[in-house]
């Protein structure tokens, strides 16, 4: 399986009456892409609007945010199971359009009051110490603001609004279909190295059965019970793994954005063949309700290791709370099967940074690389321009909490309320030190 | 002109030895004795205004008067920077400086800076103190290190005084107090991750980012042999609070705990109650508050005679558990555990989700 992404870098967005790629210009029919979202009855009204880095403007809103790419050859179309058909995606060439992302801001006031199943949705600053801490700061986006129409359960509202930012993505990336890419990078694992170790990345995600959605979509389908499963990273790239859109609003989750540019993925590959062979994504369930369950997920992720013939393992992990405890379960049971492992996590420590900083620790998790603290207050400026459906937002959402102006100076006490806020799979170069 | 105050006990104030320590707190003007090399080392742009002495053995027989008695002459001097020490192997004078770096850090909010060697007990004083304002330069065991130590404590507490930033211990070196801070390094995760994995699989030295922790083992209290006469409560985890959250708990990382009423209750009705709780699907939980405070199943017990009457506290106690924070909990713990105490329970129901 061999995947060519084909890079066209966005400089610009243009707001007019059609779609061209132009000298990294991006010119795009808003009335056709308003059309294309109000197809969707759930949906109503759907603004559309660019922000620029720099500018003094707070999106409001977030669900969720996608990089446009469009297949050009190879089996199935991005985003396959949500789009389109299941079909097998990862190999021909794909199209992308970097610099820039499709950010989806729904209004939507969910039908669940508290608990891992209520709706959030987060904030991005263009300028200022938000922007500073989150990676979407510096690309330029597409916002499509939209309504989700009353009433309407999670499970529905995630699905108009998956449906709206992947069609536009697509949409937008389909204006390259017939240019020469000024950059192709490939990605093929069929060759390896029998002199370097075999590396792969154990991916845990925090799945809960009992929801609507799980929060981790394969192919579209919400990954419940399943025990670990393999992936290609090139499927990864073509939009086989997705989010639920109603609870990815938050910095210590992942935006599909993150699943198509994993950063553990694309360095792995980037060391394959150089100084280890990338042997592929297991995709782990994680958050299993016993120890029991914890300790048979994390022997099942070892397992599966094992038998591809893993050297060694980044873990890395979607969540917090007990989730935790199968992610180290699952440090010991790669390290007990002779697969040595490094751990990637963002880690807590309280306010000062005199906490512990995770929330479970096993003797064997003797190489952990830290992306940073959620744990951090930051104060956010006022800004000039709000972009997204809130002009009042909710900083956390617990029954009762206060709305406040979304315009105006903002404290925040954890920076999961912007997204990008938390570091999840090494990213950026923040991490926590000892001082 | 930067001022100073140096503390130092009372040999290397120039005072005398082991005989002398049970000297009293004193103060003297300017600089003496060690002090004497450490002004001579920070140049023109500071000056130590004076010396505080005090004996060994006075300190620690008199802890609470000397810590007092220093702090005032610090108070009084109005330094930019305490300086003490440095102590070198001397367990008694490291655990006093320590200490006084300790108090004044707290009492005056003003930088403090000591030096030991590392086997000194004074730097686990210093690691439990976790003192933000608080810094530990290592030494030599010796007296021989004294010239580079005090070459070292004049650079970093001319960069305190300055009010500079200053960096992560192990690129500073002053001994990690344990606060962990955000920086940005000059690699990304993932590269650092990819390149420590590699160094693991070749066994090549590799040092972690986060460093295991031993957690404390709360040993259990034996169990009650029986319930009848036992003065019984309910303490859950579980974020059921009176419907429409009226003390306003956060869906995760609480930081106080509450008690509602149930003494009149013959259950938890569902819609007067909900589950506020970011870790857990809470929508079982509302439709039966029993999940998490099993109120129906306990007055059950009481009607069999299992739970004998008025034996169970007329209210139960709630924090929702969801992220924790270990320190926060623990001492959550520990305020539930006394006002159990206090109110003679012997027995709890712990409920967790």
Not at chain 1, 71 to 95: A, C, I, M, W, Y
Not at chain 1, 279 to 293: A, C, D, N
Not at chain 2, 54 to 77: M, P, Q
């Amino acid at each position: 399986m061999k995947l060519e992404l084909a890079e066209f870098p966005v400089k610009n967005i243009r707001l007019g009456h059609r779609f061209e790629y132009q000298d990294e210009i991006l010119d795009v029919d808003e009335g056709a892409l308003l059309a294309l979202v109000g197809e969707d009855p759930r949906i109503a009204d759907a603004a559309l609007d660019v922000a620029v880095p720099g500018e003094r403007t707070r999106i409001t809103g977030i669900r969720d945010i996608v990089e446009p790419r469009y297949k050009v050859s190879g089996s199935g179309q991005v985003f396959p199971g949500v789009l389109g058909p299941v079909e097998n995606v990862g190999d021909g060439r794909t199209h992308r359009l970097s610099g820039m992302t499709v950010i989806a801001a729904a209004e939507y006031e969910g039908t669940i009051r508290a608990g891992t199943t209520v709706q959030r949705s987060a904030i991005l600053d263009m300028s200022g110490p938000g922007a500073e801490v989150s990676r979407f700061s510096t690309s330029r986006h597409l916002v499509v603001s939209f309504k989700i129409a009353a009433g309407l359960g999670e499970l529905d509202a995630h699905a108009a609004i998956q449906l709206a930012e992947c069609k536009v993505a697509r949409r937008i990336a389909q204006a390259t279909a017939e240019l020469t890419p000024p950059k192709i990078s490939a990605y093929d694992l069929s060759e390896k190295n029998p002199a370097l170790p075999n590396v792969m990345l154990v991916q845990g995600c925090i799945t809960d059965p009992q929801h609507v959605h799980s929060g981790v979509g394969y192919y579209g389908l919400s990954l419940r019970n399943s025990l670990s499963t393999f992936v290609h990273p090139n499927e990864v790239f073509d939009g086989a793994v997705t989010v639920d859109t109603t609870r990815s609003g938050r910095g210590y989750y992942p935006t599909t954005w993150d699943w198509q540019n994993h950063p553990l993925i694309l360095e792995l590959y980037a060391a394959h063949g150089k100084s280890l062979n990338f042997g592929g994504v297991i995709l782990q369930r994680i958050r299993f309700e016993t120890s029991h369950g914890k300790e048979v997920g994390a022997q099942n992720a070892a397992s599966l290791a094992r038998a591809m013939g893993a050297d060694g393992v980044l873990i890395t992990w979607i969540g917090g709370g007990n989730a935790f405890v199968d992610v180290m379960f699952t440090v010991r049971a790669c390290e007990h099967n002779g697969i040595r492992t490094t751990l990637v996590t963002y880690e807590h420590g309280g306010r000062e940074g005199k906490d512990s900083p995770v929330l479970f620790y096993i003797a064997e998790a003797d190489a952990i690389v830290s992306t940073g603290s959620l744990d951090k207050m930051i104060e956010l400026p006022a800004m000039d321009k709000v972009i997204g459906p809130y002009e009042q937002i909710k900083i956390l959402p617990f029954p009762g909490a206060a709305s406040v102006a979304a315009r105006g100076v903002l404290s925040l006490e954890s920076r999961d309320v912007m997204i990008g806020g938390a570091d999840l799979w090494g990213e950026t170069r923040f991490r926590c030190a000892e001082f | 002109m930067i001022k100073l105050i140096h503390v130092v006990n009372q040999f290397f104030a120039g005072l005398g030895g082991e005989e002398k320590a049970g000297l009293p707190v004193g103060v003297i003007e300017g600089s003496a004795g060690a002090a004497r090399g450490l002004a001579q080392k920070l140049g023109d742009e500071a000056v130590i205004t004076s010396t505080i002495y005090f004996g060994d053995n006075y300190f620690h027989e008199h802890k609470e008067e000397a810590l007092k008695k220093i702090l005032d002459a610090v108070r009084a001097a109005e330094p930019a920077v305490l300086i003490a020490g440095p102590a070198f192997n001397s367990g008694r004078y490291g655990l006093a400086c320590v200490e006084i770096c300790q108090a004044a850090a707290n009492a005056l909010a003003i930088p403090c800076l000591t030096a030991m060697q590392e086997e000194n007990p004074g730097v686990g004083a210093y690691r439990e103190f976790v003192n933000a304002r608080a810094y530990c330069l290592p030494t030599t065991e010796a007296t021989t290190g004294m010239n580079d130590a005090l070459t070292r404590l004049a650079h970093f507490a001319l960069r305190l005084a300055r009010g500079e930033d200053i960096g992560a211990a192990a690129d500073e070196g002053y001994f990690n107090r344990g606060i962990r801070r955000i920086e940005r390094t000059d690699r990304t995760g993932a590269q650092r991750a990819v390149e420590m994995l590699l160094k693991k699989i070749n066994q090549e030295p590799f040092e972690t980012e986060i460093p295991m922790e031993v957690w404390d083992d709360a040993p259990p209290a034996p169990p009650l042999a029986e319930l009848k006469n036992r003065n019984l409560a309910i303490v859950t985890t579980s974020g059921v609070v009176p419907w429409g959250n009226p003390d306003k708990f956060k869906t995760y990382r609480n930081t106080y705990w509450r008690k509602y009423n149930i003494a009149e209750l013959k259950e938890l009705e569902s819609g007067k109650w909900e589950a506020v709780h970011g870790g857990y699907n809470v929508a079982y939980m509302n439709q039966n508050p029993h999940y998490g405070v099993p109120l129906d199943a306990l007055r059950a017990l009481e009607a069999e005679g299992r739970i004998g009457p008025g034996k169970l506290y007329p209210a139960y106690y709630v924090i929702p558990g969801n992220q924790g924070s270990p320190t926060v909990m623990r001492r959550i713990g520990q305020e539930i555990a006394a006002d159990l105490k206090k109110d003679n329970v012997e027995g709890v129901l712990f409920v967790a989700t």
